[in-house]
Nanobody, 125 residues
Framework: QVQLVESGGGSVQAGGSLRLSCAAS????????MGWFRQAPGKEREGIAS????????YYADSVKGRFTISQDNAKNTMYLQMNGLKPEDTAMYYC??????????????????WGQGTQVTVSS
C-alpha cells in the first residue's frame, strides 16, 4: 500500500523553527530515495532535501543548506525535515515524495512516483 502523510506545517515568524514529518507505509519507505519538495504560488515545485534510504546520503538545495535537516527513523517508517531559521521566502506547500529512479541527487521531482498531500508552511516577517 502506498501512503505518504505529511504533518507539522503551520505559521511561524521569521527566524522560527518547524519540524515536518512524513509518515510512510513500509512499502513506500523502502523506496530508493525520499525527499522534501515545496511549491509556492506561481512557482515551480522545488526539491529542497533528499535522502537515499539505503546509504543515508543526504542532499540539500542551496536555498536551505545549513538551515534545514532531513532525517529518517527506520523503526517508525517516518522521514523528517527540521527547519530552522525560517524566512518569509520559505512560505510554500511542502510535500514529501519517494521513488526508485531519482535524479539530480534526489532533488528533481522526476523519478518520485509517490507523493503526499502536502502541508502548508507560512513564515511571516
Amino acid at each position: 500500500q502506498v501512503q505518504l502523510v505529511e504533518s507539522g506545517g503551520g505559521s511561524v515568524q521569521a527566524g522560527g523553527s518547524l519540524r515536518l514529518s512524513c509518515a510512510a507505509s513500509r512499502y513506500t519507505f523502502s523506496r530508493n530515495c525520499m525527499g522534501w519538495f515545496r511549491q509556492a504560488p506561481g512557482k515551480e515545485r522545488e526539491g529542497i532535501a533528499s535522502i537515499y534510504t539505503g546509504a543515508g546520503s543526504t542532499y540539500y538545495a542551496d536555498s536551505v543548506k545549513g538551515r534545514f535537516t532531513i532525517s529518517q527513523d527506520n523503526a517508525k517508517n517516518t522521514m523528517y525535515l527540521q527547519m530552522n531559521g525560517l524566512k518569509p521566502e520559505d512560505t510554500a506547500m511542502y510535500y514529501c515524495a519517494a521513488g526508485d529512479r531519482c535524479s539530480g541527487r534526489g532533488l528533481a521531482p522526476y523519478g518520485h512516483n509517490y507523493w503526499g498531500q502536502g502541508t502548508q508552511v507560512t513564515v511571516s516577517s
